[in-house]
């Protein structure tokens, strides 16, 4: 339905007033009517057409009815198609008449001016911004859906520059306009109309401190470029051109969806009229368009890897070479964090996740830094934001614990639960059960990641383990066929099985950690043999179950989507469980290609029976497994190849908004 106006009508003298294009105007012939008047006639220039809406009819004028009863809830609605060329060149007469008289006893005279006010994004979401029948004051998902998408512009585009790039109101480069999202508000109509009235850009008061808006007059200069709308700054008075009808403004997001913001963001354009000096302006139109900001998007083990990084620290050189080797075997760039930047720590996937953030126009990623804020804590801000790299962190005020390390941040691939489509996969993090002295997850973290609403996070129980992330038993490799990927989940019972195979095949003898110095190399009967031991992973078997049906649950997976890695843990409840040998599912993917902790397991046939069973499960999948020593570099330290590892990915092809939360 047009937006409608009511106007006052006089028959002492005439009225003047401004139609905007698409909008109805709604006569009051009743209130102007002289005292004995009971009918009206009402007629119109050629650019006006006029409506007279009669008990619930509507019948288009001109018509057979010459004259119209002043009843209640007639009333004369009208609207033009074409913007005016002069102020008041269209008009529209009200004739009144008494019961039997054929003279007017009255007339009131209206003079129309025919203007465009449109404010207009991309809300098509082809890229560019087009006029649209769509309704600009709402947004919806799907792949039908519609409405325009704003990009936290959190990147730095200029090397110089000492903030984020939303953390100014300055434009420094034209990059920086590149990553805003334009918003064209046409007028057209004769110019001198807008110098009586005023063209107000405003944005409400809730929305203010999530956006910036930018506006450069006529000009490309980028000095030129002034920030007119966000923070403390409400409303805009627009001054139309003589010369352009169209004035572009550039927006950019201040703040990702979190708790209290949803994401959605209105701008409004509204036409002021002043009837009077002295009287306050009235509003007389108002067009509405709303933005969605951009999620902050994580990508799955098996996305193809863009950029490989890695801790140089000290004795850890063997472990950057072999992970520079698989690098240049998937032919991907390797990025070494030197000590001066790291300060001897070398949890790389503890400290940041990354992820990406994407509009019709403009794609880039995001780096998320955790609160762990360890020797690595400057590294996100001084290495890797820069130009189209964007950067977010969320704060621990309760104080960071184990489970705020992004060790305990995964994704799943994309996955279809009894027909709730997720594709771009789920969110998976670790937390406790809900008991005394638990450690979860920061409220703003977790809140954070629940409100980018495309990755529906699911919780799982990690809480068991020492250091308590998720990446310490289940892991995603890419596969040919079914849901095209395989759920690692470590496995006692696994472990158990196959080294009661070997013993029954008279290996008992063959023992862990050969070529270890100094490390203890227990047996396989004597292994089998530890009650203790035993004991203590079958409560980590059940620990891993419970995950499992969670997973099974959330991911709509079946058994055989699932692979069990052979895999041993020491420990004891009180103090959490730890990796008995290095953790075979704390592997880095790359591709078809994949690190895996080396396990140095009992040699069988001078083969490791470990490496030999993981093969066996991982290389019919068409994966190559290269088992990377990270004995004392990593394992003893309480983490692996995977905790000392990240990898930035590429996007998934699926737009986000296509998909329906």
Same mark, same amino acid.
């Given at each position: ?29 009743? =209130? ?28 288009? #004028? ?7 009863? #002043? ?29 039997? !008289? ?28 087009? *006029? ?12 039908? +859906? ?54 107000? #850009? ?54 990702? %969806?979190?708790? =209290? ?81 790291? *300060? ?10 990354? !992820? ?18 360890? =020797? ?22 309760? =104080? ?33 059960? %809900? *008991? ?20 529906? %996070? ?9 250091? +308590? ?36 095949? +008279? ?24 009650? +203790? ?37 020491? !420990?004891?409840?009180?103090? !959490? ?85």
């Amino acid at each position: 339905m047009a937006q409608q106006r009511r106007v006052q009508l006089s028959t002492q003298r005439p009225t003047s007033t401004v139609c905007v294009l698409g909008t109805e105007l709604s006569l009051d012939v009743c =209130g102007s009517a002289p005292k004995d008047a009971v009918a009206f006639h009402v007629q119109g220039t050629p650019g006006v057409k006029l409506y007279v809406v009669h008990e619930t009819q509507s019948v288009k #004028l001109p018509s057979s009815v010459c004259r119209w009863p #002043l009843a209640t809830g007639t009333e004369v609605l009208l609207a033009m198609d074409a913007p005016s060329k002069d102020v008041g060149d269209e008009k529209v007469r009200i004739s009144y008449f008494r019961e039997a !008289g054929g003279v007017p006893v009255g007339r009131a005279m209206l003079y129309l001016t025919c203007v465009e006010v449109s404010l207009d994004t991309d809300a098509s979401r082809s890229g560019a911004v087009s *006029r649209t029948l769509l309704d600009k004051a709402t947004w919806t998902w799907g792949p039908d +859906g519609h409405g325009a998408i704003l990009l936290v512009n959190c990147d730095r585009d200029d090397p110089k520059a000492e903030t984020l790039d939303n953390q100014d109101t300055a434009i420094r480069s034209y990059a920086d306009l590149k990553d805003m999202s334009q918003m064209v508000l046409r007028t057209r109509g004769p110019r001198t109309i807008f110098a009586g009235h005023r063209l107000l #850009l405003h944005v409400d008061f809730s929305d203010a401190d999530k956006v910036g808006v930018f506006y450069g007059g006529n000009s490309i200069a980028l000095e030129e470029y002034k920030h007119v709308l966000g923070g403390l700054k409400l409303a805009y008075t627009v001054k139309p051109s003589r010369h352009q009808e169209e004035s572009i403004f550039y927006v950019e997001g201040l703040a990702f %969806p979190d708790v =209290g913001f949803s994401g959605l963001v209105a701008f409004h354009v509204t036409l002021l009229e002043s009837p009077e000096k002295g009287l306050l302006e009235t509003p007389i139109f108002t067009d509405t368009v709303v933005f969605r900001v951009a999620p902050w998007i994580m990508t799955p083990n098996t996305a193809a890897p863009l950029e490989v990084f890695v801790c140089s620290v000290d004795n850890n050189e063997d472990f950057v070479a072999a992970v520079g080797a698989m690098a240049e075997k998937t032919k991907c760039p390797l990025t070494v964090c030197p000590v001066l930047e790291n *300060r001897q720590d070398r949890w790389i996937q503890d400290e940041v996740e990354f !992820g990406y953030v994407q509009a019709p126009h403009k794609t880039f990623p995001v780096v998320f830094d955790s609160p762990r804020d360890r =020797g690595l804590k400057d590294f996100p801000v001084k290495s890797i934001l820069g130009p189209d790299f964007g950067y977010v962190a969320r704060q621990a005020p309760e =104080g960071a614990s184990s489970l705020d390390s992004f060790g305990n941040l995964e994704v799943s691939p994309p996955v279809t639960v009894q027909g709730k489509e997720y594709p771009l996969g789920r969110i998976l993090i670790g937390s406790s059960f %809900p *008991r005394f002295g638990g450690r979860r997850m920061a409220k703003a973290v977790k809140d954070f990641l629940v409100a980018q609403q495309v990755q529906a %996070p699911v919780e799982l129980f990690s809480d068991w383990l020492h250091v +308590g992330h998720v990446d310490e038993f289940l892991s995603f490799v890419p596969a040919p066929d079914r849901k095209g990927f395989r759920l690692l989940l470590a496995s006692p019972s696994a472990c158990y099985q196959l080294l009661k195979e070997k013993q029954e095949e +008279g290996f008992g003898e063959a023992v862990m950690f050969e070529g270890l110095k100094e490390v203890s190399k227990p047996t396989i009967n004597e292994i089998l043999a530890n009650d +203790g031991v035993r004991k203590f992973n079958n409560y980590v078997q059940s620990c891993i179950n419970w995950n499992r049906d969670i997973l099974k649950r959330a991911l709509g997976l079946a058994e055989s989507d699932i692979l069990d890695i052979p895999q041993l843990f020491r !420990g004891n409840v009180a103090t !959490g469980a730890e990796a008995f040998f290095p953790d075979m599912v704390n592997m880095l993917v790359l591709g078809r290609h994949l690190g895996i902790p080396k396990p140095f397991g009992p040699l069988v046939g001078g083969q490791c029976c470990l490496e030999e069973r993981v093969r066996a499960l991982l290389e019919p999948l068409g994966l190559t497994c290269t088992f990377i020593d990270d004995y004392f570099s990593y394992h003893v330290l309480s983490g692996e190849v995977h905790c000392g590892t990240n990898v930035r990915r590429k996007p998934f092809t699926f737009k986000w908004w296509h998909m329906v939360p």
